[in-house]
């Protein structure tokens, strides 16, 4: 992730490299000041966009992929992947305090054996997953010598 000057200049890396930035989130805050990135080590950290240390990303578990910040900027959204249900957590930056906030489940979970990706609407009102369905059929032979 890059910072580039709209009236010309040369991009700026807004963070060390290996630091990963979730491909399916929305990782930069509302006030375009800050976002949230996995650094080398895999920790989640807050990035200040115009330069300086990271931050640890609080209340967000390292299994845990954070979706995007609410629309005031004051909590991330995180999921776990690959579970059903996905159960969406909203993390409050200033406390690290979770509360549940949205389950998210296939009307027929019968082989859903993970939902991934997930994504939230900027408002937090709508939603998107993806999930693939394994299923088969079991024959019973009988008599056959």
């Given at each position: ?35 949230f ?17 990271p ?11 954070p ?10 959204y ?23 906030w ?44």
């Amino acid at each position: 992730l890059y910072v580039q000057d709209l009236a010309g200049g040369l991009p700026r890396p807004v963070a060390p490299e290996g630091t990963r930035f979730p491909l399916s989130a929305r990782p930069v805050s509302p006030d375009g000041r800050r976002a949230f990135a996995r650094d080398g080590d895999g920790a989640l950290r807050l990035f200040p966009l115009e330069g300086g240390a990271p931050e640890p990303l609080p209340g967000v578990e390292r299994e845990e992929e954070p979706l995007r910040f609410s629309p005031d900027g004051l909590f991330v959204y995180a999921y776990r992947p690959g579970q059903v249900p996905a159960r969406v957590t909203r993390v409050e930056l200033a406390t690290g305090r979770r509360e549940p906030w949205l389950e998210i489940h296939p009307a027929d979970r019968a082989g859903v054996p993970a939902i991934t990706p997930v994504q939230l609407t900027a408002d937090g009102r709508g939603y998107v997953y993806g999930y693939r369905r394994v299923l088969s059929d079991l024959y019973v032979v009988t008599g056959v010598e």
